[in-house]
């Protein structure tokens, strides 16, 4: 269980960075930088795993629970990003409706 | 957009929205609470912009509309507030102080204002992320 965290979130992540590198689509962009910050999310979130521990909500008869901060910290970074998300497809519609286009190789004049 | 999205989203449209109203109604319960059930809402929202068009949208759930319910359910928030500081319930008087009763332990109908509070946030949250969106990109300069 252990290695399985650090390699299965670090192989989200560079799947995301693959994804802005070399694509030229900007909503492909988005997309990947999407999948590097759930790749940080999902870390976080297996970091706090435990065997026989349920998540943190209160019941009667439990008695071992994961750690509860990364449940409370993950929805807050992912609606954080949300709304930087928010930010960049409006910025990508806007740059559509000018250039006509969403290749980032063909937008050349970044001035006004 | 192709055809293939436009069918796939009316699939996706109800189990998303379902999805995000659990978030936010059982936010007292759960992980998560009214903001990211909102945000949930709200990602489905500018999906439908993204798919079927601006003008097709405006048409559903115009801006005004949007704004109006995020800056209502935000003032209701507050009324709530100063109806905790009038101290109905108990004998201190503090801003969302809890003046509903606070139910069974571990049950949805339990924690007071806290609920009402969380769905307040979620409404808040949804339209007022889907009307950012749509002013950000429809938005023109004089020229």
Known sequence: ??????????????????????????IKIIIGIKIMGYGVCLFYIMIS???N????????????????????IIPAIMAASFAAMILMLATSIRLYEKHKTLDMSKIKELKG | MPRVIKILTNYVIGPIITFGVYIFIFGHLLPGEGFDGGM????????????????????????????????LSAIIFIIIGFVGMAGLRMEHKYFLDNFLPQGSFSHLFSGGIVPILNIL?????????YAIFAYLSEYKTEE
Request: glycine letters at 6%; charged letters at 15%; a positive charge.
């Open chain 2, 121 to 129: 946030v979620g409404f808040s949250v949804a339209f007022g992320f």
């Open chain 1, 49 to 51: 795993y435990k065997s």
């Open chain 1, 1 to 26: 269980m252990g290695t399985l965290i650090y390699i299965s979130s670090f192989l989200l992540f560079l799947i995301g960075l693959y994804c802005v590198v070399v694509k030229n689509n900007l």
């Open chain 2, 40 to 71: 949930i809402v709200a990602s489905i929202l500018i999906l439908c912009i993204i798919v079927y068009g601006k003008d097709e949208m405006e048409k559903r759930i115009s801006v005004n509309t949007a704004v109006l319910i995020s800056v």
């Open chain 1, 53 to 72: 521990a349920i998540a943190p909500i209160v019941l009667k008869d439990a008695k071992n629970y994961t750690d509860p901060y990364p449940h409370a």
